[in-house]
């Protein structure tokens, strides 16, 4: 029976449905997307991005697929790692700032003693956010304890049960329990759906894959390219520090992603209709044209070089978000 479940679990995602949800449904859903997307970045913390490196978004991805997961739920890792890690270092400054206050500045609590705290536990936080990432995919496979034991006794750590559930039970509280973040791949989807809405005649399961690839590429790639979209925004190789700065909302905007990523795979897939979904898109969310080819651009160029879509638009550069309308045609 165990073989059969297990053998099940492995059978290929046939992917999303499109063409089948009511326009009003639509455009509800991608107001709310929009919305939240301008809300997290209007209160973007300054370490946004520090744990989105290559190396842990691999090993997450690398887990995750070990234990047969889904995409939403790789993604989903790695949003609530960088978001429970970025509050978990706003909380230990915080405190460490009011013990030097009042002074009670003990063998523990030290900034090194803190650093090796968070370093010492990082491991079992990622397997906690992968666990709760799994939780939230009902209809795919669930990381249970024994199975994340295991994986964690595999790499010498002597964790018991009872911290793994301890572990999960710090996440959660940390981010107030909103753990069902939207992802990247959520913004791709529905973008997706409003283009054939709009009678974009894509190939949807073909560009829905070539997507999902371009998505994966750009998480394990994402300080490359956004350091080549960077410079081409402020036209300068050496970027200030103040540039670099006011670009973080750009690294964290998830629709600016989603819009790239789509009309990346429309340029690799379908060259002839790649400038009208462009249009399509910047219709649909309010980004410029300028903008997303740019971000075009900067993804192809890590993939094979290409300079193929760079010349196309020249009305902006890529800027964060601002007054975004959203209509369906």
């Not at 995602?13 to 997307?33: K, N, S, T, V, Y």
């Not at 964790?159 to 981010?175: D, P």
């Not at 790239?260 to 980004?287: A, D, M, R, Y």
């Amino acid at each position: 029976m165990g073989s059969q479940v297990q053998a099940a679990s492995r059978c290929r995602d046939p992917g999303p449905i499109f063409g089948e949800i009511a326009p009003e449904i639509i455009e509800d859903m991608l107001i709310r997307l929009a919305t939240e997307n301008e809300q997290y970045l209007s209160e973007l913390s300054d370490q946004a991005g520090c744990f989105k490196e290559t190396r842990i978004v691999e090993f997450i991805f690398l887990l995750s697929e070990k234990w047969h997961l889904d995409q939403f739920a790789r993604y989903q890792a790695v949003e609530l790692l960088e978001r429970f890690m970025i509050k978990q270092v706003e909380q230990i400054c915080e405190s460490s700032r009011e013990n030097v206050k009042s002074r009670e500045q003990g063998p523990g609590s030290s900034w090194s003693s803190l650093k090796d705290k968070i370093y010492d536990t990082f491991v079992l936080r990622l397997v906690s956010c992968i666990q709760l990432a799994s939780k939230l995919s009902l209809h795919y496979n669930i990381v249970n304890s024994d199975t994340a034991l295991k994986f964690l006794q595999s790499l010498k750590y002597s964790y018991t049960k009872q911290e793994l559930l301890e572990s999960e039970l710090a996440v959660l509280k940390t981010l107030h329990f909103e753990i069902n973040v939207s992802t990247p791949l959520a913004y791709v989807e529905l973008l997706l759906e409003v283009l054939g809405h709009n009678g974009c005649l894509l190939p949807a399961k073909p560009l829905h894959q070539m997507c999902m690839q371009l998505l994966d590429f750009s998480y394990l790639t994402r300080d490359a390219i956004y350091d080549t979209l960077l410079k081409i925004a402020v036209e300068n190789s050496t970027p200030s520090k103040l540039q670099i700065a006011k670009f973080l909302a750009v690294k964290e905007d998830f629709m600016l992603l989603a819009v790239g990523i789509i009309s990346t795979s429309v340029f690799i897939l379908n060259p002839g209709q790649w400038k009208q979904v462009v249009e399509h898109l910047n219709c649909i969310t309010g980004i410029t044209s300028q903008s997303i080819l740019e971000f075009s651009y900067a993804v192809l160029k890590h993939i094979v070089g290409s300079t193929a879509p760079k010349q196309h638009y020249r009305n902006s550069g890529t800027k964060a978000p601002e007054n975004r309308t959203m209509p369906l045609q």
